[in-house]
């Protein structure tokens, strides 16, 4: 069962690192449509892509050594840190 949920996780994972790859364009790019942001907001970007991508790879890690439910935590907390941040209401 953990290994199903780390699979999941996993792909749950690359689908969000996919998306955010796929809309970095309407922040970072040089279209009519981007909000040009600044260099200090793409390197946090870059760190929340990284972020999940590394966190299966983790949790597969600590599953490994015998930490399965702590690995199975860290393989979800890039979703469950989008879920927050979608709930997060807008500033305007």
């Known amino acids: ?6 699979v999941i996780a996993t792909t ?3 689908a969000l690192a996919a998306l955010l790859i796929g809309v970095s364009g309407f922040m970072f790019g040089g279209g009519p449509e981007s909000i040009h ?6 390197a946090g970007y870059f760190t929340i892509v990284l972020g999940c991508v590394l966190a299966p790879i983790a949790g597969f890690v600590l599953n490994a050594r ?8 860290v393989a979800w907390l890039p979703i469950a ?7 997060v209401p807008a500033p305007y």
């Open 1 to 6: 069962m953990v290994k199903f949920s780390l």
């Open 12 to 14: 749950a994972d690359l």
């Open 37 to 42: 942001a600044s260099a200090t907001a793409a």
């Open 66 to 73: 015998g930490k399965a439910s702590i690995g199975v935590t």
């Open 81 to 87: 840190g989008a879920l927050v941040a979608v709930m």
